[in-house]
């Protein structure tokens, strides 16, 4: 069965649990991560995540992508960590927080001189730095804008959120995240 | 939507003019012009957008470079754990029904119990015990009638005459 905007068999797709986690893992893992800013809760979000996905399969109508379904789903249990305020105990241990340093060894090698890579390494520090500071809604709204592309609407589907909601809150980290790149306003 | 003429921006791009030009909405015209015209605003905005892009670039090769998970076993554990609570509750209603419903509905030799449980009390009330009660109370009306003054004895209300008319009134309805 296709799905439209897809382009492929999604009911196949979503039968092979493995397959699925073969093609977005990455992503879903980076978007949780990012969002919570803890590598093992990430971990252990993202595998219920797809674990859910997978006992909800017939529920999937097909009419987003799977990354956007499985971005939805990842959104929820972000939520209920943050309403279960386990999330703050998680915060402030940081033991497994995502390193930056470890990061830098796998940052997109289009700068050849080591200057440059450099300047790329600090710029990227500073912006994930800048991200620590945006409470979850605004780095949420951020990283789906800027990390998934995704518009104003596609965001407040997601997230379930007002449009009008999304923009404050996207708008509120753009501005703080240009404030850290010293803006001009 | 309302345009501006770019002489309205005034110096740079302030935080939310900033903002709009990044959260995915139709630029306006004017911010559009400006950003045109502004080096240093369009700097700024190339700065932002390579940097945030940058982070995205390298957040998705570290997610990528960690292992991937195999949940097919976990799935085959949750199937099975499912699996023996869905018959753990169907023996459970099967108990109820196998053996719940025959303790509330009755067999035929249990009605015939019931029949003769119920059917003692009658046998009880028997001819002889009837009689008996009805003595008791004969007996009771007897000794209470002679202790118990009339209420026209108790009020001193009795005429010299009444008592007779009422006896022989008494008398003739009895004869009746």
Redesign the interface.
Known sequence: MMYPGTGVSVVTELDD??AL??QY???V??YV??SINDADLA?SIT?DC??KA??GRASFRGDCAVSTWLISIANNLIRDQVRLKKFQFWRKAQATA?DVA???S???SGESSPESRLM?NE??E???AA?DDLSVNQRRVFLL???EG???EEIAQTTGMPVNTV?TH??RG??T???K?G??? | MKSFDTTYLK??????Q???C????PLRSDLQAHLGQCE??RL?ME??Q?????????????????P?????P??AA?AKRSLVISLQWAVAAMLLVGLGVPAYVPTEGQNHANRLVRAQPAAADSEGESASDTALLQSVNVALAGADPSPLQEYRLEAPGLKNTLQASATTVRAQ
Do not use: N
Request: charged share 20%.
């Open positions: 649990i493995d986690v073969a893992w990455p992503r893992l980076r991560s990012y971990q595998q797809f674990l997978f006992r995502l470890e990061m830098a796998v940052l997109p790329v710029r990227t500073q912006v994930k991200l804008r800027f990390f995704m518009d104003l923009k996207l708008h753009i501005s995240i240009r404030a790149f803006g001009k306003a | 110096g740079h791009l302030t935080d939310e900033f903002a709009e990044l959260d995915g909405s240093p605003c700024e700065l932002f390579t940097s945030v892009a940058d982070l995205s670039a390298a957040s998705l090769q570290w997610s990528r470079a960690q991937l998970p195999s949940l097919r976990l799935v949750q």
